[in-house]
């Protein structure tokens, strides 16, 4: 692939060229650069290239002249080209642009100064306009460079290792997953154990959602444009609606009778949040046979036909009889035990697990379920056997009870959000 830049500045672009991976593609002949000075094509004695803009105003513009004379005059090149004029007006470049622009056989950069150029180049000679972001720069040289490098990288035999271009940051849409080396131990922070396992599947998906991870707090938008997988949709996150034990209002233990209004609003919660699995814990056989008619109506009755996100919903939704068959459920899905995370409107077991770290747990290698508590609240055993219990909501105005379909809302949207 061939280069050719239009600039005033070519000496800005030696030490570029000949260093780092561009300097060993053009020294290996898998890259060719021309650097071509706009005011060698500029007339007078003085070799002008700018002059005042038509109409008034402040600064200075480009000359059409002198672009144009230097486009005329590049060697022709076998194949296809482009010739491309960084512009803060132009297309935003990414990583999708950048492979588009490695396939072409030649690309021609007008590096523009000043207020830009003569409107007339860009009619009669540019193919597009490239932006390298919203912000202020005193010419497209820096541009250009980066244009450059995204590009060369994605030409066969450029990079060393040819899966690398295919694992950075922004390839598959996402921000690229923490790396870690030499030292395991560094100033008392540890490599984490699952990329010194030895256990290639389970490194790729730790991977995968650390990668989702740092996407979702640094970047978000990104999401919007990235195919997601089944698995990438879905925390490594249960949720258990716990009938049993709980206590009434008068702090005697209980086995509370299920709502229907709970079935509903939960289950969209977890279709909503990606959860893996809702399930209800009730040991009273009448609840659960009340519990699985309500499953059957909108996942193979009447309603799967009437509403078909609800019935997405109720797909989530899965009966138990105690917290420990939960628990066993997601063991045999996935092959790990899962953190319990009990919720609590008091003050709980000390310490208690704040939402940051809670949300970091669902991006780590063991999955986590969440307890909720009916009635007036989980019981104290349930919170003893429980491996956490987390901070509970508050509000501004020191009003703590909320329905346990709100502060799961509440408590979800903190978790999946880092917030």
Not at 92 to 106: I, K, N, P, Y
Not at 294 to 299: G, K, L, P
Not at 377 to 395: I, N, Q, T
Request: a negative charge; glycine letters at 8%.
């Amino acid at each position: 692939m061939r280069f050719d830049v239009l600039t005033l500045f070519p000496d800005m672009f030696g030490p570029f060229l000949e260093q780092g991976v561009m300097g060993r593609a053009v020294e290996r002949g898998l890259l060719e650069a021309g650097l071509t000075n706009i005011r060698d094509y500029a007339r007078g004695t003085h070799r002008v290239t700018d002059d005042r803009p038509y109409g008034g105003g402040s600064g200075m513009v480009m000359k059409a002249g002198p672009i144009a004379r230097a486009l005329k005059d590049l060697d022709p090149v076998a194949g296809s080209e482009q010739v491309v004029l960084l512009s803060p007006q132009g297309r935003l470049f990414d990583q999708a642009l950048a492979w588009e622009l490695s396939t072409l056989d030649r690309l021609v950069l007008i590096c523009g100064r000043y207020e830009g150029v003569d409107e007339r180049v860009r009619e009669a000679y540019v193919d597009q306009e490239i932006s390298i972001g919203d912000f202020v720069l005193s010419g497209g040289e820096v541009a250009a460079m980066a244009v450059m490098e995204a590009v060369a990288r994605l030409v066969p035999g450029v990079l060393g290792c040819e899966t690398s271009n295919r694992e950075d940051s922004f390839e598959d849409g996402l921000l690229e997953h923490p790396h870690y080396t030499r030292p395991p131990v560094f100033e008392g922070r540890k490599v984490p154990e699952v990329l010194l396992s030895g256990d290639h599947e389970k490194i790729r998906d730790w991977r995968r959602q650390e990668s989702l991870k740092r996407t979702l707090e640094k970047r978000p938008d990104l999401l919007n444009r990235t195919r997601l997988t089944d698995d990438d949709e879905k925390l490594r996150l249960y949720i258990g609606l716990v009938h049993y034990p709980v206590y009434n209002k008068n702090g005697d233990t209980i086995a509370s009778a299920v709502t229907t209004l709970d079935l509903h609003d939960l289950a969209r919660l977890s279709a909503t949040y990606g959860l893996k699995r809702f399930f209800i814990i009730t040991p009273l056989e009448d609840q659960q046979e009340l519990v699985e008619r309500v499953i059957r109506h909108w996942t193979t009755g009447h309603g799967a036909g009437y509403n078909r996100d609800r019935k997405k919903a109720f797909e989530q939704i899965e009966v138990v009889a105690s917290i420990e068959d939960a628990a066993d459920a997601v063991r045999i899905a996935e092959k790990a035990p899962p953190r319990l995370i009990a919720t609590d409107a008091g003050k709980g077991r000390a310490p208690l697990l704040e939402f940051q770290a809670a949300g970091d747990m669902l991006r780590q290698d063991r999955p986590c379920m969440l307890l909720f508590g009916t009635a007036w609240g989980l019981h104290r055993d349930v919170l003893d056997r429980a491996d956490h219990v987390l901070e509970p909501v508050e509000g501004l105005a020191g009003y703590n009870h909320l329905s346990v379909r709100t502060a799961a809302a509440v408590i979800l949207d903190r978790l999946a959000f880092g917030r």
